[in-house]
């Protein structure tokens, strides 16, 4: 073979490899625009569910201020009664008649009876 004839062969050959060539395909970044969409997002994201935890402490705080003045209207409630109780009590006549006896004083027949 000639130098010629051989140098051809290599161009062809070289020509063959070259059409071969293996697409690669590379990976688009993210743009600037979606990068700052995403930041975005991420915040309204974390803002949005600060409020929601805070608005839900509050309801919790408020349900417990309403448990504790539960808890004392149902106190002021019982006490209410026993006063009535002990009021009742101390305003039967008999009693209030006998107390006016020991301390000495007098009963007259026209004794009446004022609600």
């Known amino acids: 073979m000639s130098n010629l004839a051989y140098q051809r062969e290599v161009k062809q050959h070289q020509t063959e490899q070259q059409g071969q060539s293996v697409v690669i395909r ?3 970044s993210i743009t600037l625009g979606e990068k700052i969409l995403l930041v975005m997002f991420v915040m309204a994201l974390m803002c949005s569910s600060i409020l929601i935890i805070s608005k ?3 309801v919790y705080h408020a349900n417990i201020e309403v448990q504790k003045l539960e808890q004392q209207v149902s106190l002021e409630s019982k006490k209410i009664t026993e006063l009535q109780k002990e009021r009742d009590l101390l305003s039967e006549p008999e009693r209030i008649i006998e107390a006016a006896k020991k301390a000495g004083l007098s009963i007259s027949k026209d004794v009446k009876k004022v609600d």
């Open 26 to 28: 590379r990976r688009g």
């Open 56 to 58: 839900a402490f509050a």
